[in-house]
């Protein structure tokens, strides 16, 4: 991964990722900073490696069973093989409404105790949590080839004003 390539505010990063491998790696450095209560939502198209992301977050919080796009099933949940936080895993890509809809999957309950990953959850789950963290994930323009990746996150709320993101970029 690249260093960050504009001056960001202090509760925002911008990243380069140029293959799966390092988008996983991301994922494990994220699971590092991560505590239960944490709402991380994931924005980008299909193929963007939201699910890649995941699933290096998953290895980093050592999680069990195979972190995988939940897209049918909706919600997984991982516990944890230590005595880290349970992973609970949403893909919100079918669902239409906001709040209401997500209700049935009782991630209010879960949210104190878990670290809570929403692939498409954009305006369907802002009114968990007033703290969250967002991350964008683009496909490069340019010359580049198709791995390539810019990511941005950015921490929302008083849990994110002070975090210091750039340990990601390491």
């Given amino acids: 991964m690249e260093a960050p390539h504009s001056p960001a505010p202090a509760n925002a990063l911008e990243l380069t990722v140029n293959s799966p491998g390092q988008m996983g790696e991301l994922g494990r450095r994220l699971a590092k900073i991560l505590r239960p209560g944490d709402l991380v939502m994931l924005t980008g198209e299909l193929g963007a490696g939201k699910t890649t992301l995941t699933r290096g977050l998953g290895e980093g ?54 670290v809570i990953v929403v692939e498409w959850g954009d305006g369907k789950v802002e009114e968990l949590s007033e703290d969250r963290l967002h991350v964008l994930i683009h496909r490069a323009v340019g010359d580049t080839t198709d791995e390539v990746r810019e990511v941005t996150l950015r921490g929302i709320g008083e849990r994110w004003a002070g975090a210091d993101l750039t340990v990601l970029s390491a």
């Fill in 61 to 114: 919080l050592g999680v069990r069973g195979a972190v995988t796009s939940p897209t049918f099933v909706i919600a997984r949940v991982h516990p944890s093989l230590g005595d880290g936080p349970p992973l609970v895993h949403v893909d919100a890509y079918r669902l239409g409404g906001g709040l209401d809809e997500m209700e049935d999957l009782d991630l209010d309950v879960s949210l104190p105790d878990s």
